[in-house]
C-alpha cells in the first residue's frame, strides 16, 4: 500500500516485497551471528525472555534501510 502512493510499478512493488522479506530473514541471521561471535545469549534484558531490543528490531533495521535504497534507486 505505502508503495502504491510512490508510483512504483506494481511488479516492481512484488519484488521489493520479496526482496524485503529476505532481508528481514538476512538481518536476524546476522544478528545471530554477531551474538554467537561475541559469545552471548541475549543482548540486553529490557524485555526478559525475549532476548533484548535488539533482538526484537534486528529484521526491522535491515528492513528499513532496504526500503529507503529501494525508494531512493525508483
Sequence with gaps: LF?????????AACAA?????VLAVMGDLFESFLKRGL?????GSSLPG?????DRL???LAVS????????LS
Design 65 to 72: 534501510m532496504g526500503l529507503l535504497f529501494f525508494l531512493r
Design 3 to 11: 508503495l502504491t502512493h510512490e508510483n512504483v510499478p506494481p511488479g
Design 17 to 21: 516485497g520479496a526482496g524485503l522479506a
Design 50 to 54: 525475549h532476548g533484548g531490543l535488539f
Design 39 to 43: 559469545d552471548i545469549k541475549d543482548f
Design 58 to 60: 534486528d529484521s526491522l
